[in-house]
């Protein structure tokens, strides 16, 4: 069946890798061919310059659910080998066209590929050109952020906004709230004794990834299905932190579920979930003691019920 390609990271396929996607469905839908994304895992830099790498902003199954969401009929994940990243610009367009039939690509328009990054727009076309076979460049997707800039969407943006807390930036970015997903872990199980339990997420759940600025935040948890309210978010007040009240310097990040009651807590426990970070609320800093950390814990509670309930973003 004949492709269109698009070529990319795409991490975290946000809404410049969407907006190409729907370029891409345009161009292939009169010509009944089907739009293929081809991504690598891991990401190419990985392999050439190890100490370089950036946090991921997802898994590659998150990025492959999220690729097919935005548009992709099928999602070709490529392993970076040496031998793979040593090709040559045509070299590597040609195998793509002889393995998927590929009669168009659409790209942004500074888009690079091939050995040491030679292969250009302005090369692509010209193949394109010369074999017949479609191009189209598009240009960076641009996003009216809370500071009141306007910022060119990309992946190192949404990292960067990730990580100072600025969730609902990133989500701007993103089309929909950052997600980290994971199983649900056992804690100290401190929450339970002052009446506000929490669901823990296993440190390996993030490993490689981004994660939000220590702070808390106004959120949701999907549990896992077989559990109780299995698929539908739970309103959620989310920690990030290293828990500086008892000394603590391990990160964790935990979720207290908003008006969630169940009989059976310990069910939990191995199950995999999603936490999503709507709204920052506020930083992370130390209470001279369990009493006053109760009270501020009540009252992040009540602030992240009055957040959630006003009506959240429209992401189209």
């Known amino acids: 069946m004949p492709s269109i390609i698009t070529i990319g990271n795409f991490d975290g396929v946000h809404r410049g890798h969407q907006a190409i996607l729907q370029s891409a469905r345009q161009l292939a839908a009169p010509q009944q061919a089907q739009v293929l994304a081809v991504t690598f895992d891991p990401m190419p830099v990985a392999v050439l310059r190890p100490s370089e790498g950036p946090p991921h902003l997802g898994t590659i199954d998150q990025r492959i659910a999220a690729l097919r969401h935005a548009g992709a009929d099928g999602v070709v994940v490529l392993k970076p080998t040496k031998d793979l990243l ?4 045509p070299r590597f367009i ?9 009669i168009g690509f659409v790209e942004g328009n500074d888009f690079r590929f091939g050995a040491k990054r030679s292969g250009d727009m302005t090369m692509l076309a010209k193949m394109g050109r010369e074999q017949g076979f479609a191009v189209e460049a598009l240009p960076r997707v641009e996003v009216p952020l809370s500071d009141r800039s306007v910022a060119p969407i990309s992946s190192s943006l949404v990292r960067w906004l990730i990580g100072r807390g600025r969730v609902e930036d990133a989500a701007a970015c993103m089309g929909r709230p950052f997600e980290l997903v994971g199983t649900i872990v056992k804690g100290e199980q401190r929450g339970r004794t002052i009446g506000v339990p929490t669901a823990n997420l296993d440190p390996q759940s993030w490993d490689g990834l981004i994660t939000p600025m220590d702070g808390v935040y106004a959120g949701s948890v999907t549990l896992a299905p077989g ?3 299995d698929n539908t978010p739970q309103p959620a ?3 990030v932190g290293v828990k500086p009240t008892f000394g603590q ?3 964790n990040i935990e979720a207290h579920l908003i008006d969630y009651t169940t009989e059976h807590p310990d069910a939990l426990y191995g199950k995999p979930a999603t936490f999503s970070f709507a709204h920052w609320v506020r930083d992370q800093y ?3 003691g369990i ?3 109760t009270e501020q ?3 992040d509670i009540d602030q992240c019920k009055n957040i959630l309930a006003q009506p959240g973003p429209a992401y189209d």
């Open 94 to 102: 040609a195998g793509l066209i002889d393995q998927h039939q590929a």
């Open 227 to 229: 559990t109780d309210q």
């Open 286 to 288: 130390p209470f001279p």
């Open 249 to 251: 310097d391990q990160l």
């Open 297 to 299: 814990l009540r009252r």
């Open 86 to 89: 040593s090709h040559e610009a």
């Open 291 to 293: 009493e006053a950390l």
């Open 237 to 239: 007040a989310i920690s």
